[in-house]
């Protein structure tokens, strides 16, 4: 049957842009948030994680070798170091230059202009990054997100029970792979704090986005990186899609 307009399985999908707009510009850097931006994304996913002194930064893996021309590892370096290293240059001449964003300097240009799914990758390695997190929400006053939509998730589940705690009328979403996550047990407990089910597509199905639904969460689904893969994601009613292509997300008229 037709469901209410507010039961919140029958609204708009979100159009999520997986590191920023990545499949066209380098991941989590401005050009790529940007890009999102001008491709009417939804939201920006990011990945945020912390320097040596301190400065919380947004770069997905755990060493800064891959995307940037420096090395070592993203907790061993201070911001200073970080921002001298170019961030764009390994996708293309055409974005050299561009730099390891700050949380801060994200928050800043986008707050009200697109939604923001936070990551918080690995904060396993950044003791107190969620109290961190807390504050620079709580200060722009984006911890009450009333028409800010603000996301915070992780792989990790016990910091997200501290985000939970810490900001209470903030979503959480859990990300997972892994198909024993999926159960109705697992959901079941998932739901007592967290608002969103984000596992990778592999795993998605109709049953399971109907037992999400019954949790009471809503279901995320990533990376899309072909545009079949994002029909299928449409087919199965997801709530959201992460993609590395937001054009991709076409849903049927
Ligand atoms: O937002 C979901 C997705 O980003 C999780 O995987 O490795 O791209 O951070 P990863
Ligand atoms: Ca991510």
Avoid: C
Avoid at 3 to 20: L, T, V
Avoid at 46 to 61: A, F, T
Avoid at 77 to 98: I, Y
Wanted: charged share 30%.
């Amino acid at each position: 049957f037709a469901k209410g307009p507010d039961d919140g399985h029958s609204k708009k999908i979100a159009n999520i842009a997986h590191r920023g707009a990545s499949g066209y510009a380098p991941e989590n850097t401005i050009a790529a948030f940007d890009k999102a931006f001008q491709m009417k994304a939804d939201y920006i996913e990011i990945d945020v994680q912390r320097s040596k002194d301190g400065e919380l930064v947004v770069i997905h893996d755990t060493t800064v070798d891959r995307t940037t021309d420096g090395t070592g590892n993203v907790k061993d370096l201070s911001f200073a170091e970080m921002n001298q290293l170019d961030a764009g240059s390994w996708m293309g001449e055409q974005f050299s230059g561009e730099k390891i964003p700050t949380f801060d300097e994200v928050l800043d240009r986008y707050r009200g202009k697109i939604g923001i799914l936070i990551e918080l990758k690995s904060p396993e390695l950044y003791p107190g990054i969620e109290e961190q997190v807390t504050q620079k929400l709580k200060k722009r006053n984006m911890d009450k997100p009333k028409n800010e939509k603000i996301i915070v998730q992780s792989f990790n589940f016990e910091s997200m029970k501290k985000i939970d705690k810490m900001l209470p009328r903030v979503p959480i979403g859990v990300l997972t792979s892994n198909a024993k996550d999926t159960s109705e047990a697992a959901l079941k407990e998932f739901s007592k704090y967290a608002d969103y089910f984000n596992p990778s597509y592999g795993l998605v199905n109709k049953e399971l986005v109907d037992l999400v639904h019954m949790n009471g969460m809503k279901i995320q689904s990533w990376t899309v990186r072909t545009p079949e893969a994002a029909q299928f994601l449409l087919e199965m009613k997801v709530d959201g899609i992460i993609t590395d292509y937001p054009d991709y997300v076409k849903p049927k008229k």
